[in-house]
């Protein structure tokens, strides 16, 4: 079931797996995937942890050990999510020793609530490196106006870090950017910038599933006919700002002094219109150095049924420009997208992490001792 898989590592595609529960640690499912799935990454939101929290399983104890300590909500939250981090980090560890810091990561969010406060992101970042303290950890910063200082000064301090929410490619451009400048900040306060790794999560399936919606309501033969395209064409023109971004003077004068490409990791990959082919967003998106970071059904299919016929990135430009275009002659402003579906993202997962909040404050009630 894994040649597909197997296939696309040897591509230079990165797999992390997009889910995290304390179940799947403790059953030894998350090693299970290493082993047998070519999973070598683990990443996290606030929805992932939502759900797994909210479901119970294996939290028991220590929601219970929290209640007796009368520990405040927000504590409680942390300390369950960053210890199931950090128990994905070591079974991660021996991936991320055999690539040289490369994969085996593992990525944990910043509390979206901070998604516009560039100060209170950068002190809740250091905490959470401080707090799950494992190299192999990724800490995920919104790509927000408020998040691009924010990632210079936490990748400056030689923390690394997984830039999240990104839909546009002006903003994956400044994206770059902040990270470039990080580093330079890093590299003049004497940091070793060969241990310092990144990724850019560009989000995929949104995209389509917002731009259809606007396609749909056209409704002409050439509204229809660009269905399905928007997600792919944005994506495949990120890579192209990559490759130029990390191929000029500014790049190689650091690459000279140790420094890691920050890699682009597609994101939201899970196919949400049924029409589509369910494997859509990992077999056209395949181009050396990158990550994909699949739910689990997404995964399975791709093992099962997926066809990676090699490189599917590189040389489509014209076309993907092209594709962008002519939803613009349509109407369909590609900067009212992506704005939207920012604000919508950061939105989703603030409501997530509320949830949670509430959720996991019924439970401390709920399991608070009685003064005795």
């Known amino acids: 079931m894994t040649d597909a898989l197997k296939r696309l590592s040897d591509e230079g595609v990165a797999i992390w797996l997009d889910d995290l529960s304390r179940k799947r640690i403790t059953s030894g499912n998350l090693a299970e995937l290493i082993d047998a799935s070519h999973v070598v990454g683990v990443t996290t939101n606030p929805s992932i942890f939502q759900k797994a929290i909210s479901g ?12 007796a300590r009368r ?58 490196a401080w707090l799950v303290d494992r190299p192999n950890t990724l800490i995920k910063i919104p790509a927000t106006k408020a998040g691009l200082p924010a990632i210079t000064e936490v990748i400056g301090r030689g923390i690394s870090v997984n830039v999240t929410l990104i839909f546009s490619l002006e903003r994956y451009r400044e994206v770059m950017d902040a990270y470039l400048a990080g580093l330079e900040k890093a590299k003049a306060a004497g940091q070793d910038l060969s241990k310092i790794r990144s990724v850019a999560s560009f989000f995929v399936s949104r995209v389509d599933t917002e731009i259809d919606k606007r396609l749909d309501k056209i ?15 944005n994506a495949r023109l990120a890579y192209q700002a990559y490759e130029e971004v990390f191929s000029g003077e500014r790049w190689e004068a650091l690459e ?37 970071t699949m739910p689990e059904a997404t995964l399975l299919a791709t093992a099962d049924h997926g066809e990676i016929t090699g490189d599917t990135i590189q040389g489509t430009y014209e076309q993907a420009k092209a594709d962008l275009d002519a939803l613009e002659a349509l109407g369909i402003s590609y900067d009212d997208v992506v704005q939207l579906l920012e604000d919508e993202g ?9 949830d949670l909040l509430k959720s996991t404050e019924a439970e401390l009630n709920r399991l608070t001792p009685s003064e005795a």
């Open 56 to 67: 119970g399983d294996g939290y028991e104890e220590q929601l219970a050990d929290l209640a």
């Open 71 to 128: 520990v405040t909500v927000d504590e409680a939250i942390r300390m369950i999510t960053t210890a199931d981090v950090r128990d994905a980090a070591d079974i991660l560890r021996p991936v991320f020793d055999a690539t040289d810091g490369q994969d085996g990561r593992v990525s944990i969010e910043v509390d979206p609530r901070l998604a516009h406060q560039t100060r209170p992101t950068i002190a809740e970042a250091k905490q959470l």
């Open 219 to 233: 409704g002409t033969d050439e509204a229809k006919a660009l269905r399905g395209k928007a997600a792919l064409a």
């Open 256 to 292: 000279n002094a140790g420094a890691n490409k920050q890699r682009p990791l597609w994101a939201s990959t899970g196919v949400k219109d049924p029409a589509y082919p369910d494997t859509l967003y990992v077999t056209e998106l395949v181009a050396p150095n990158t990550v994909n």
């Open 346 to 354: 950061v939105e989703k997962f603030e409501a997530s992490w509320n």
